[in-house]
């Protein structure tokens, strides 16, 4: 009998990937959006306090983990729009 082998995506729950899911989009928004509106909002969700997000990833519970992970990822620029 095979083994079937347990897919990458698979050994995450559903919790994770939704974060996964909207902080990727939020990301993809700042960097591709022609709206200007949507653009801001998407970096004031990745600049804010990301608390929720930061505990379903295991990343530490400051508020700014995850934008400071972005960050040396060097993934977004966030900045705000002037």
């Known amino acids: 009998m ?3 082998k347990t897919t990458y995506r698979a ?3 559903g919790h994770r ?3 996964a899911a909207v902080i990727i989009q939020a990301v993809k928004d700042v960097q ?3 709206c200007k509106q949507e653009r801001q909002t ?3 969700f990745l600049s804010g306090d990301m608390w929720p997000f930061s ?3 295991d990343l530490p519970l400051d508020g700014r983990a995850l934008c400071e992970y ?3 990822m060097e993934i977004a620029s966030i900045e705000p729009l002037g």
């Open 55 to 57: 505990d379903v990833l």
């Open 2 to 4: 095979k083994t079937k």
């Open 32 to 34: 591709t959006t022609d």
């Open 70 to 72: 972005l960050r040396t």
């Open 17 to 19: 990937r939704l974060a």
């Open 11 to 13: 050994r995450f729950d």
């Open 42 to 44: 998407a970096i004031d």
